[in-house]
């Protein structure tokens, strides 16, 4: 799979400081069961948050909240300093299970092109904006395929354009790589990472994978399962890796092998 070329470094924008979300402790319950309690975390514009922990401790359940598909049971999730209160056209989401996402009666275009037609950009457009998306997947001389004749990490890159072409100011992502074998995940680790510097787009990204959390993130916050009168959120992980990363070169540092010890035992003492 060929790899992306790296963005100039002049379409970078600077981080700003003012948090974009807030989870201002944050409950959840479903029937008699408290999902998430007392969950408190903001993220900043242009940050790359990755959540990790057991399962059944809420991290899909994050995205639901930020979306407003769900509503919170106690506390308040607030985006741009407003109360979350449902879906809004520039959050967008990436899937696990990127085959289900596709519609497959459509063209890898016509993919794409329904995110433009959701947003009522003019026909006359669309093409030129398409094939600008399909360009930074690597996709471009795969347009005219349906999805049923792409591979998984082609489908999934497939996916993540249609998502940026909503031209999301937050990107949320639910395990998007989790399917995909070792080499496809690692070059489409890569690839995300440069989409994301370009755009200065908000990542909370969902993983099992502690090795991916620590090499994506900028933040890496570790949920406790069946958190009952205790916080949600058992700790939270500053990545000061620098940036651009390398599969290899990064995973060797001190720095990311301390990391992943500390998550590792978090997350294995908070099952």
Request: with cysteine; proline share 7%; charged share 25%.
């Amino acid at each position: 799979m060929a790899a992306l070329p790296r963005p100039e470094l002049s379409v970078v924008q600077p981080m700003d400081d003012s948090p974009l979300i807030v989870f201002d402790r944050v409950a959840l319950d479903f029937g008699p069961r408290r999902v998430i309690n007392d969950l408190s975390f903001t993220m900043k514009r242009g940050e790359f948050v990755c959540v990790i922990g057991p399962s059944g401790c809420g991290k899909t359940t994050l995205l639901r909240l930020l979306t407003g598909l769900v509503k919170p049971s106690g506390g308040e999730v607030r985006r741009n300093g407003s109360p979350v209160t449902g879906p809004a056209h520039d959050v967008a989401i990436v899937f696990q299970d990127y085959a289900k996402a596709l519609l497959p009666w459509r063209t890898v275009a016509g993919n794409v092109s329904l995110a433009l037609e959701a947003a009522k950009v003019p026909k006359a457009d669309r093409a030129a904006r398409i094939a600008a998306l399909l360009g930074r997947v690597g996709l471009a001389s795969h347009a005219d395929k349906y999805p049923g004749q792409l591979s998984g990490g082609m489908q999934q890159r497939l996916q993540i354009a249609r998502c940026l072409a909503q031209e999301p100011a937050v990107l949320l992502m639910d395990e998007p790589f989790g399917a995909l074998d070792a080499m496809t995940r690692q070059a489409l680790q890569d690839e995300m990472l440069q989409l994301v510097a370009a755009s200065g787009t908000t990542v909370l990204f969902i993983t099992h994978d502690l090795e991916e959390a620590i090499y994506l993130g900028d933040t890496v916050l570790a949920l406790r399962a069946n958190p009952g009168e205790h916080p949600s959120l058992a700790q939270r992980f500053d990545v000061r890796l620098p940036r651009p990363r390398d599969q290899l070169s990064t995973r060797e540092e001190p720095e990311f092998l301390r990391l992943r010890r500390l998550a590792f035992d978090q997350v294995k003492d908070t099952h």
